[in-house]
């Protein structure tokens, strides 16, 4: 008995020496690393999410994706740069505010032809490719390099500048493809991986999230440009331009663009044509060497709280017809100015870049079904969309 009695008398002498000296630890204990510690728990319980239906590892997507992006290089040939020269020779003072002219300039040594790299993502598995007009509009000659370093010289089918739109050929077969996606049913937040060849860094995959769609920023020069892009985060670089902008499931939503930047190198946004889009315009040069776009024949603005006020509207995410064109599509079909257009082909249109979507991506013959609201009633119009010659 007097043994146990010792057995019980030591353990509880040996828990209070640990007690204290645990107590006296956490005493000593810096406080930041207390933060620290507290810091991480929330870092893992963010990244494992215990009903997350997107994945968190893009390995697949990125497999997926990666064989189907090739590197492009474009040159402008000798011939067309010397034909440029001469053309600048014949000019006493260079227009200063055209950059072609200021660097074929006889005051500059920039008078090498042009070059260039970029991306392209394979939309055909005999060949045809799909990347920007601004990576290959200079070009005379363009070749190809696909994922496993073989290179082809390409033609270059047809462009589209109003929508930063062209279309390569090279001669191959069973070459790999993407899936298409859907770029209406893409969702802000949703990830979203950028496979390109930023800064001659063959094959590189970033990843982000959507942050905003339906982007107009200006950047498309042309009589009538076509912008609607996907807004991501995802990090993209000179070289990546033409390159793919997947899923998690590595299905294609868009082709790489633009990015936002003062000095020449990804700030935090980038721009992607939605492909959506992007097909419209590529299957008809495919199919006819040119893209032939279709035009409502109405002048356009977005709908602010003042004129929804005017109006008599409870509305103010949509599009406000301001002008019919005479003989235009939208007139013979029956639109009026002051009506205020808030689908079109089943989309939600909450801004002019929604509807420059649907109808850009529309050849002419082709109709869009229009849901406008005029005077507080909504009224459903289909339009058979003209040439822009037609709509003058």
Not at 174 to 199: C, F, H, Q, Y
Request: charged letters at 20%.
């Amino acid at each position: 008995m007097k043994q146990v009695v010792q057995f019980v008398f030591a353990g509880m002498i040996g828990g209070i020496i640990t007690l204290g000296g645990y107590f006296a630890l956490q005493v000593g204990q810096p406080v930041a690393a207390a933060q620290n510690e507290s810091f991480a728990k929330q870092v893992n319980n963010v990244n494992v999410p215990p009903t997350a239906n997107v994945p968190f590892d893009f390995t697949q997507a990125a497999s997926i994706a990666t064989p189907a992006v090739v590197h492009i290089s474009a040159k402008e040939s000798e011939k067309k740069a010397r034909e440029g020269r001469q053309r600048q020779q014949n000019q006493p003072w260079p227009n200063l505010f055209d950059d072609d002219s200021f660097l074929r300039s006889p005051f500059f040594n920039f008078n090498q032809p042009k070059q260039g790299t970029g991306s392209g993502v394979i939309y055909t598995a005999d060949g045809y490719i799909i990347t920007n007009n601004h990576v290959v509009e200079f070009a005379d000659e363009v070749e190809v390099t696909t994922f496993d370093n073989k290179t082809y010289p390409a033609k270059i089918i047809g462009t589209y500048p109003d929508g930063d739109l062209a279309v390569l050929k090279i001669e191959a077969k069973n070459l790999p493809t993407l899936r298409m996606g859907n770029s209406d049913e893409a969702k802000i937040g949703e990830w979203v991986l950028a496979v390109g060849n930023p800064l001659e860094l063959n094959s590189t995959v970033t990843a982000g999230i959507i942050s905003a769609k339906g982007r107009d920023i200006n950047i498309i020069k042309g009589k009538a440009p076509i912008e609607s892009f996907i807004q991501t985060d995802a990090a993209v670089n000179p070289g990546n331009s033409g390159g793919a902008l997947v899923d998690a499931n590595g299905r294609l939503l868009g082709i790489n663009t633009a990015i936002a930047t003062q000095t020449g190198y990804f700030e935090g946004y980038s721009f992607a044509i939605p492909i959506n889009l992007a097909v419209g315009i590529v299957d008809d040069i495919i199919e006819n060497g040119s893209y032939q776009r279709g035009f409502l024949g109405i002048n356009i603005a977005d709908l602010d709280n003042a004129a929804a006020d005017e109006l008599g509207l409870y509305i103010s995410q949509c599009v406000l017809v301001e002008s019919v064109v005479d003989g235009g599509a939208a007139q013979y079909a029956g639109v009026l100015p002051n009506d205020v257009i808030v689908q079109a082909n089943g989309k939600n249109v909450k801004s002019s870049a929604d509807l420059l979507e649907v109808v850009g991506g529309s050849k002419a013959g082709q109709t869009v079904a229009l849901v406008v609201n005029r005077s507080g009633k909504e009224e459903n119009i289909s339009v058979r969309l003209k040439g822009q010659d037609a709509n003058k």
